[in-house]
Nanobody
């Protein structure tokens, strides 16, 4: 089983950038699809971005397309999310997740393993 630990969250101002990282342990995740989700106060967990293994196919939520960049380093067993131009509405706990069948989906229930999340707060 893969254990995921997110880092990089914090308090930022509107328009700021932030880079989140997710470190995996337990086994290599080089064949797994990886994704970032977020859950704001009183909201459901929502898909942010995903990246497949091997062919590096990437998918973003419409709301972050052009502002967020997901990447992975299989040699280091890490996945990152670079976020630009953050807004207060993006205040949330950000979660890293993985699924073994290497297909990106937007449904949280389809992911096999999760981190505990890292808090991102965007202040106006």
């Amino acid at each position: 089983q893969v254990q995921l630990v997110e880092s990089g969250g914090g308090l930022v101002q509107v328009g700021d950038s932030l880079r989140l990282s997710c470190a995996a342990s337990g086994r290599a995740f080089s064949s797994d699809a990886m994704a970032w989700f977020r859950q704001g106060p009183g909201k459901e967990r929502e898909f942010v971005a995903g990246i497949r293994a091997t062919w590096r196919i990437i998918q973003y939520a419409d709301s972050v397309e052009g502002r967020f960049i997901i990447s992975r380093d299989d040699a280091k067993n890490t996945v990152s999310l670079q976020m630009f131009s953050l807004t207060p509405e993006e205040t949330a706990i950000y979660y890293c997740a993985g699924k073994t069948n290497n297909f990106i989906t937007k449904e949280a229930s389809s992911y096999d393993f999760w981190g505990r999340g890292t808090q991102v707060t965007v202040s106006s």
